[in-house]
């Protein structure tokens, strides 16, 4: 098989997918299906029914990556971010997930996510500039 490699900028979703397709039925093969689940906890305004932040995550292999949580600045310091948290610990325990992991800056909230039980497993420097971007688990019973 020849092959020729291209560069393109600003890719767009049907370029994605033909990188991902090839990707995924490898790590099919390898490790079985990796039963993908999004979830979603939402925080909605009381006023208006509008979707104010929440968390947003997905299983994949028994375990659940949250990819967003956001709290928005009038509704910081009530306990919603501990209780998204723990929404999604008791929906990974549902599952049978293995455990929980999250990556974050390190100028967003570290210790909230160490407060709650997780461990750092990693770190990338300078990611942005001056900062620090952290992974962390945890691992459920």
Known sequence: MSTRIERKANPGEEDRSAVLRPLRA?????AGDPKPEAIALLVRSED?????GGLYGEIFYRWLFIELLAIPDQARGQG???QLMNMAEEVAREKG???????TFSFQAPDFYRKHGYSQFGELDVYPAEHKRLFFQKRLQ
């Open 80 to 82: 919603i971010g501990s």
């Open 48 to 52: 208006s029914d509008e979707v104010i």
């Open 26 to 30: 490898y790590n099919m093969a390898q």
């Open 97 to 103: 997930c293995t455990g929980i992991w999250l990556d």
